[in-house]
RNA sequence: GGGUAGGUGCCCGAGUGGUUAAAGGGAACGGACUGUAAAUCCGUCGCCGUAGGCUACGAUGGUUCGAAUCCAUCCCUGCCCA
């Protein structure tokens, strides 16, 4: 058997750094490979990242393997200084425990936890039953602090502080793989590039102690053509949850990337066959709208379903295309008493401008239209002249559009 | 615990008694240009507002006609020593 996994996933760009690339390409060829990703529940809901990640185990549990995908019920309490500038705030066990269910229901969306297809586990589990000195014995004697100081990871905390309590999570990281392994037969973990620290801390402890063979992957992290992070929007991060981030907003940020990222979010964020990725990305100019809207489309069906992956397309058409269906961009419900009342009032309290200033500013600058009307004046009122068939369309700057309805 | 340097708007960062809603940069937003792209240029970027007012520089008190700026106490962070 030659033909590996590993080869799609390097074909479609997801793998950054890995501990042995050939030993990881045989092993995936030739045997059913139990392995594992981990996610901390920082917030209640996944985003673009873990979509990413989410992608890696679709893939890999299609080829044959098994998937874990552990949520950091115990990890979580302590936070991953990885990447970060600051402690992370710190979470009560309410919440972790409620944003591990939400994790749960968000990953069964595309990963098959059928009969021993996938597992979800959660390291809370055992973390939080281990005993300080038995865990010093058996685990902290393994690593030595000067490597440790000397990871990657902890470089930019060098300078801002980093505390005991989260210059462990390397060890509980790592302890966690080990556990996995004994219990499991787990031989590879996973993660983002910026888990590579904590994930070749895993593999050594795991083969110091077990002596089996065991391996560590990295896939890419996504970012933009210009090195930021991708999936950041004005209001925080890119959610998977279509409560946190609306559907027509999630197809929004892919319909608009950057002309220089469309393949690459082609190929790790679809299903898409690598011909057809590269046929899209190679389009030019104009014609590369079209590439956009399919990434738009795949990534959008894949997250919230066919049917509101249509239903984000039609409004989008309808709005920039004059085609389509007006029903499904985001709406806002007049009440009785806003006929006659300032419009500007009415979108603040709709969530359209954060504040009246901001309302007003926005007109000033001509950034507002109604029915295709420019609005002038910061006082105009909205009457039923503007409304036909009980409904208005507002546009806010150059794309942004909202129904209002009575 | 001792010494020392700090905590400023979304982020970084200037500002050491009035001219400071607070320089500069980044992010973000609007306009022009375009392809629902990028780059570029112009503008905006605490809240309410016609004027004008209100709130804000870790927290709380105080000095002063007047404080982000001075004093006191407290909280937090870095560095050095223990």
């Given at each position: 058997m030659t033909s590996s996994i590993f080869d799609v996933l390097k074909e479609r760009g997801y793998i950054a750094q890995c501990t042995n690339e050939e030993e990881v390409r045989g092993m995936l060829a030739n045997e059913k490979v139990t392995f594992y990703v981990g996610f901390d529940p920082t917030a209640d809901s996944l985003h673009?990242?873990?979509?990413?990640?989410?992608m890696v185990m679709a893939h890999m549990q299609r080829a044959g393997h098994r998937p874990i995908c552990l949520v950091g019920g115990g990890t979580g309490t302590v936070g991953d200084p990885s990447g970060r500038t600051d402690m992370r705030k710190m979470l009560t066990d309410a919440d972790i425990e409620h944003n591990c269910n939400r994790f749960k229901e968000q990953m069964a969306r595309f990963i098959d936890f059928g009969e021993d297809k996938a597992l979800v586990v959660n390291n809370g589990d055992w973390l939080r039953k281990l005993n300080y000195i038995e865990l010093l014995r058996d685990v902290g004697a393994h690593f030595t602090v000067n490597r440790m100081l000397a990871a990657e990871c902890?470089?930019?905390?060098?300078?801002?502080?980093?505390?005991?309590?989260?210059?462990?999570?390397?060890?509980?990281?790592?302890?966690?793989?080990?556990?996995?392994?004994?219990?499991?037969?787990?031989?590879?973990?996973?993660?983002?590039?910026?888990?590579?620290?904590?994930?070749?801390?895993?593999?050594?402890?795991?083969?110091?102690?077990?002596?089996?063979?065991?391996?560590?992957?990295?896939?890419?992290?996504?970012?933009?053509?210009?090195?930021?992070?991708?999936g950041k929007t004005a209001g925080g991060a890119l959610w998977l949850d279509k409560e946190k981030t609306p559907v027509y907003d999630f197809y929004q940020y892919w319909r608009n990337v950057d002309d220089a990222d469309v393949e690459k979010c082609l190929a790790l964020l679809t299903f898409l066959p690598m011909e057809e990725v590269h046929r899209l990305g190679s389009l030019q100019d104009a014609a590369i709208n079209e590439a956009k809207k399919i990434l738009a489309y795949e990534v959008t069906r894949l997250v919230h379903g066919q049917e509101e992956a249509d239903k984000a397309q039609s409004a989008a058409e309808a709005v920039f295309g004059g085609a389509g269906s007006s029903e499904n961009m985001p709406t806002i419900q007049l009440a009785d008493g806003d006929m006659g009342s300032r419009l500007l009032d009415i979108l603040v309290a709709?969530?359209?401008?954060?504040?009246?200033?901001?309302?007003?500013?926005?007109?000033?600058?001509?950034?507002?239209?109604?029915?295709?009307?420019?609005?002038?004046?910061?006082?105009?009122?909205?009457?039923?002249?503007?409304?036909?068939?009980?409904?208005?369309l507002v546009k806010k700057g150059k794309k942004k559009f909202y129904r209002l309805v009575k």
């Open positions: 673009v990242g873990h979509f990413l990640g989410l902890y470089k930019n905390r060098m300078e801002k502080g980093l505390t005991f309590l989260e210059f462990n999570y390397m060890i509980m990281q790592s302890y966690d793989f080990l556990e996995l392994h004994r219990r499991y037969g787990l031989k590879l973990e996973m993660g983002g590039d910026d888990q590579w620290s904590n994930i070749i801390g895993g593999v050594e402890l795991t083969r110091r102690k077990t002596g089996d063979a065991v391996y560590g992957l990295t896939f890419t992290l996504l970012t933009k053509s210009d090195g930021q992070k991708m709709g969530g359209v401008f954060a504040s009246k200033g901001e309302g007003r500013r926005l007109i000033q600058q001509n950034g507002l239209s109604l029915n295709d009307a420019k609005v002038t004046d910061p006082d105009c009122l909205l009457t039923e002249e503007n409304l036909t068939d009980g409904e208005a």
